[in-house]
């Protein structure tokens, strides 16, 4: 059983800074690409950044690069989401979720287990 914990959502201004955490318990963490997806209200889910098995291969969605960085501490079982230069656009439920290999994908489909989510609100 897997299980992922999120974590350090909240309320930011347009501009400002956060960090998400994604805490996994169970086996094969440092075995699985990571990622981090996100929805906002009436929307679908979508991608928003991958990391690989062992973190030296990562991928970002073009509405995030340069903005957000996707890291792992496989020691630690936690992936982490840099989110800077935030805007209100970025205002969604933030999921973090464990790949079907280790390789970084985009699709949802390629993700077999998800956390609960945390908010991330940002105000103009």
């Known amino acids: 059983q897997v299980q992922l914990v999120e974590s350090g959502g909240g309320l930011v201004q347009a501009g400002g800074s956060l960090r998400l955490s994604c805490a996994a318990s169970g086996r094969s963490f440092s075995s699985a690409a990571m990622g981090w997806f996100r929805q906002a209200p009436g929307k679908v889910r979508e991608f928003v950044a991958s990391?690989?098995?062992?973190?030296?291969?990562?991928y970002y969605a073009d509405s995030v690069k340069g903005r957000f960085t996707i890291s792992r501490d496989n020691a630690k079982n936690t992936v982490y989401l840099q989110m800077n230069s935030l805007k209100p656009e970025d205002t969604a439920v933030y999921y973090c979720?464990?790949?079907?290999?280790?390789?970084?994908?985009?699709?949802?489909?390629?993700?077999?287990?998800w956390g609960q989510g945390t908010q991330v609100t940002v105000s103009s």
């Open positions: 990391i690989s098995w062992s973190g030296g291969s990562t």
């Open positions: 979720a464990r790949g079907r290999s280790g390789s970084r994908r985009s699709e949802l489909n390629q993700y077999d287990y």
